[in-house]
T-cell receptor, first 109, second 112 residues
Framework: LAKTTQPISMDSYEGQEVNITCSHNNIATNDYITWYQQFPSQGPRFIIQ???TKVTNEVASLFIPADRKSSTLSLPRVSLSDTAVYYCLVDNYGQNFVFGPGTRLSVLP | DTGVSQDPRHKITKRGQNVTFRCDPISEHNRLYWYRQTLGQGPEFLTY????????KSRLLSDRFSAERPKGSFSTLEIQRTEQGDSAMYLC??????????FGPGTRLTVL
C-alpha cells in the first residue's frame, strides 16, 4: 500500500491561494490520488480525485507531475470556512483505506 | 439529502456495556466501509462489505468488534464489553464498486 506524507499544518490568509503537497513515492500504476476535507466532528468530504496531469473542479485543482510521486491540492482564494484538515489518499480500485494524519489548514483573517 | 446517514450521532455508555451503531449508505452504493477516528488522527479502517459479503475484517480492532450487513443495505457495527479506549468517532462510508468513498457524519462514542 502506498504511504503518503503531508505537512502536519499550514497557515494562510483569506483570499490567498493555498497549495498542499502530498508525497507518495511508491505509488503503483493503478493507484488514483484522492483528497478529502474534514471539519471537526464531521466525516471527511470528497474534494477531488486524479490520476495524472491536472484535474479541476468547482472547489479545487489537483496537479500531478509525470512521475506521479507527489500531488498538489490547490485551493484558490481561501476563506475562513476552508479551515479544516485535508487528507491525501492513494487508492487502487478501493483496496487502500489508509489515511495519514492529514494537513491542518488554518485560514486567518 | 440522500447521503450516508449514521445513527446515533452521539452515544455515551458505561464501561462494559455493549453498543451498536447503524449506517445507511447511499442507496445505489454496494460497498460499505467502517472506520474509527481518534482525536488528531486520520480515519483508521476497520472493515468493509460488498453487498452483504464482508470482504475484509482482519483490521477489526479486537474480537469485541463485529459488523453485519445482512441484506446488503444498512450495516451495524457492534462493540461488546466497551472499554474507555473505545471512545472515538466511528465513521461509515459507502461507494459504488471501488469508486470514491462518501462518508457519513459519524457516531461519537464516549465510554465512561
Amino acid at each position: 500500500l502506498a504511504k503518503t506524507t503531508q505537512p502536519i499544518s499550514m497557515d494562510s490568509y483569506e483570499g490567498q491561494e493555498v497549495n498542499i503537497t502530498c508525497s507518495h513515492n511508491n505509488i503503483a500504476t493503478n493507484d488514483y490520488i484522492t483528497w478529502y476535507q474534514q471539519f471537526p466532528s464531521q466525516g471527511p468530504r470528497f474534494i477531488i480525485q486524479g490520476y495524472k496531469t491536472k484535474v479541476t473542479n468547482e472547489v479545487a485543482s489537483l496537479f500531478i507531475p509525470a512521475d506521479r510521486k507527489s500531488s498538489t491540492l490547490s485551493l484558490p482564494r481561501v476563506s475562513l470556512s476552508d479551515t479544516a484538515v485535508y487528507y491525501c489518499l492513494v487508492d487502487n480500485y478501493g483496496q487502500n483505506f489508509v489515511f495519514g494524519p492529514g494537513t491542518r489548514l488554518s485560514v486567518l483573517p | 439529502d440522500t447521503g450516508v446517514s449514521q445513527d446515533p450521532r452521539h452515544k455515551i455508555t458505561k464501561r462494559g456495556q455493549n453498543v451498536t451503531f447503524r449506517c445507511d449508505p447511499i442507496s445505489e452504493h454496494n460497498r460499505l466501509y467502517w472506520y474509527r477516528q481518534t482525536l488528531g488522527q486520520g480515519p483508521e479502517f476497520l472493515t468493509y462489505f460488498q453487498n452483504e459479503a464482508q470482504l475484509e475484517k482482519s483490521r477489526l480492532l479486537s474480537d469485541r468488534f463485529s459488523a453485519e450487513r445482512p441484506k446488503g443495505s444498512f450495516s451495524t457495527l457492534e462493540i461488546q464489553r466497551t472499554e474507555q479506549g473505545d471512545s472515538a468517532m466511528y465513521l461509515c462510508a459507502s461507494s459504488y464498486r471501488a469508486d470514491t468513498q462518501y462518508f457519513g457524519p459519524g457516531t461519537r462514542l464516549t465510554v465512561l
